[in-house]
């Protein structure tokens, strides 16, 4: 069946250091989206990639969509303590009404 | 600015007894969906529901498991005879459109736990 993982699962950083969550399908996924959940909290819809090789942005974050559409990263440059939370990709087959979410990765980060 | 809300917050149950959870989505929502999530663990697809009626559902969501639309607002999951193996937190979500086409608003969950 349709498997979407993510690594690392867990990440440790010191505040002002760089991150990086990969996310993998083991099928093509017509787009991909990417969710943040604080501690305690619900998910909370970051951003959506729809093209092959598409790159957004969003002020530290940066976000990818492989070419092949089976893979995407999310990369957070210079990282604060407000980015602390689980980072979810959610991908999404051509052709079924549902998400396939990753694993998550843990971020957690130290002032 | 709109948001889907669950009820209740928190539930403890004794196994073997139903709940239901309750859900309503933001208002011109068309599509709706269940997710659990194990504490600690990732977000796991139940259902998703579209013009009264189940669109796609896992493998986790068995017989079990109902949802509905009773009233026009409310959107309920049932568990029928509930597990230890069912305590989690489930979240309801909701979109304009269909999957792949629009992001998900989740609600806040409804915590289960199961004794």
């Known amino acids: 069946g349709q498997q979407v993982m993510q690594i690392p699962q867990y990440q440790h950083v010191q505040e002002g250091e760089d991150f990086t969550t990969y996310c993998n399908s083991s099928?093509?996924?017509?787009?991909i989206q990417w969710y943040k959940q604080r501690p305690g909290g619900h998910p909370v819809f970051l951003i959506q990639?729809?093209?092959?090789?598409e790159v957004k942005k969003q002020k530290r974050l940066t976000f990818q969509f492989g070419e092949a559409k089976k893979n995407s990263s999310l990369h957070i440059t210079a990282t604060q303590t407000t980015d602390v939370g689980t980072y979810f990709c959610?991908?999404?087959?051509?052709?079924?009404?549902?998400?396939?979410f990753g694993s998550g990765t843990k971020l957690n980060v130290k002032p | 600015e709109p948001e889907v809300t669950q009820t209740p917050s928190h539930q403890v149950t004794q196994m073997g007894q139903e709940v239901i959870l309750r859900c309503v989505p933001i208002?011109?929502?068309?599509?709706f969906y269940w997710y659990r999530q194990i504490l600690g663990q990732k977000v796991e697809f139940l259902v998703s529901?579209?013009?009264?009626?189940?669109?796609?559902k896992s493998e986790i969501f068995d017989d079990q498991f109902s949802v509905e639309r009773p009233d026009g607002s409310n959107f309920t999951l049932k568990i029928r005879s509930t597990k230890l193996e069912d305590s989690a937190m489930y979240f309801c979500?909701?979109?304009?459109?269909?999957?792949?086409?629009?992001?998900?608003?989740f609600g806040e969950g409804s915590r289960l736990t199961v004794l």
């Open positions: 099928t093509t996924l017509s787009n």
């Open positions: 979500a909701s979109s304009v459109q269909g999957a792949g086409t629009g992001e998900l608003f």
């Open positions: 208002s011109n929502h068309l599509y």
């Open positions: 959610a991908g999404i087959t051509y052709n079924f009404n549902k998400f396939y």
């Open positions: 990639l729809v093209k092959s090789g």
């Open positions: 529901f579209y013009n009264n009626e189940i669109s796609e």
